[in-house]
Structures are given as structure tokens and as C-alpha cells.
């Protein structure tokens, strides 16, 4: 069993569609959960990021972690054309220790 | 700044040639990583450093790889010799304090033929 799977899509909506993104992980120790955006043929960026359980929103884009079934979501509120793009979540057990990623899970929002 | 720099964006090399991937890091980031991303397998750790030193390269899949960072700007990627399943995107990354925004550069898409 892969540390991070994540569903790979593709997944596609209308503009306005609320999305739901989603990863589990294996390890237990894990405390740092993050969601990155790539769009195509660009590097990875830091979507969201939060330590531990709970939720964390940032404008349309709302992050949560549920510890107890190791499950680690993202939702996309009125997604937009430019929200097009792969998502790819990732983990890690301490500060200081590379990132783990799920392969992503490729967006396409229609307008 | 302006952000994580990868030479070259695009590689073409036959099999068996020795290819060198480029990095500069941010400047004051005192962490960079070398990942790899294939359809097949998504993004994989291939190695980190620390202050320029070495410190899990565990990924690195076998000896024909290998990665050097002489100061704390400028990393080197090496295959030696390249295969056709190297073929992949090879991403930089580096963050400071080990925080765990990094922050990539725009990859080298390596096509080895």
C-alpha cells in the first residue's frame, strides 16, 4: 500500500460545481497535511496547509483532515475555469523531512 | 526573487549519454529537493539536502544517479547513463527551515530516446 492515495480523475465539472478533492494515508504519525495546485507544465504550489485535524478555509477553498480514518479532503466552493488544474495532496510526519504526495487528481472545470 | 531556477526546461538525450539537471535555489532556503514525476508514479523524493549536505537519498533509484549541492546555490541532478525510463520530469524544490511550503521550480522534462 501506497503512504498517500489519492483517486486520479480525471474529474470534470460545470463552472459554479462545488468539487471535492480526496487522499487517504497509511501512516499514523503524519501531522502535516498540505493540498499543492499544478497547472500544466508548471511546478507544484502550496494550496492550503494544516497541522493536525480540523478544517482550515480560505476564500472558496476549504481543507479537512479527519486523523481517526486517516482521510484528508479539499473542497472547492463555485469553481471556476482557472481552478482547472491537477491537485495533488501531500504529507509529512515532522518539519524538517521531505513531503509525501499523492499522484493528483487532475480538475477540469467548463464554463 | 525569483523563485526556484531549473536548467535546461527541455532535455532530449539518447540512451547511454550522460545527463546533468540544474537547480538554484531560493535565496536563504536552507532545503532542497530533487523529485521526480512520472503518469506512473506521481511524484517521488529522489533526494534532499540540509545546509548542502546529503540527507535522505533513499529515492535515488540506483547508482546511476546522483546528486551533489557544492554550495547553497546550485544543485546538480546526474544520470550516468541515461535510459529510456528516465525519461520523466525531474522537479527542484527548496524551503526554509524545513517548513513544509515549498517552493518548486518549473522542471526539466528529460526525454531520453
Known amino acids: 500500500q501506497k503512504e498517500v492515495e489519492q483517486d486520479p480523475g480525471p474529474l470534470s465539472v460545470p463552472e459554479g460545481a462545488i468539487v471535492s478533492l480526496n487522499c487517504t494515508y497509511s501512516?499514523?504519525?503524519?501531522?502535516?497535511f498540505m493540498w499543492y495546485r499544478q497547472y500544466s507544465r508548471k511546478g507544484p504550489e502550496l494550496l492550503m496547509y494544516t497541522y493536525s485535524s480540523g478544517n482550515k478555509e480560505d476564500g472558496r477553498f476549504t481543507a479537512q483532515v479527519d486523523k481517526s480514518s486517516k482521510y484528508i479532503s479539499l473542497f472547492i466552493r463555485d469553481s471556476q475555469p482557472s481552478d482547472s488544474a491537477t491537485y495533488l495532496c501531500a504529507t509529512s510526519n515532522q518539519a524538517g523531512t521531505a513531503l509525501i504526495f499523492g499522484k493528483g487528481t487532475t480538475l477540469s472545470v467548463s464554463s | 526573487d525569483a523563485g526556484v531556477i531549473q536548467s535546461p526546461r527541455h532535455e532530449v538525450t539518447e540512451m547511454g549519454q550522460e545527463v546533468t539537471l540544474r537547480c538554484k535555489p531560493i535565496s536563504g532556503h536552507d532545503y532542497l529537493f530533487w523529485y521526480r514525476q512520472t503518469m506512473m508514479r506521481g511524484l517521488e523524493l529522489l533526494i534532499y539536502f540540509n545546509n548542502n549536505v546529503p540527507i535522505d537519498d533513499s529515492g535515488m533509484p540506483e547508482d546511476r544517479f546522483s546528486a551533489k549541492m557544492p554550495n547553497a546555490s546550485f544543485s546538480t541532478l546526474k544520470i550516468q547513463p541515461s535510459e529510456p525510463r528516465d525519461s520523466a520530469v525531474y522537479f527542484c524544490a527548496s524551503t526554509l527551515g524545513g517548513g513544509v511550503g515549498y517552493t518548486f521550480g518549473s522542471g526539466t522534462r528529460l526525454t531520453v530516446v
Open positions: 501512516n499514523s504519525a503524519f501531522q502535516y
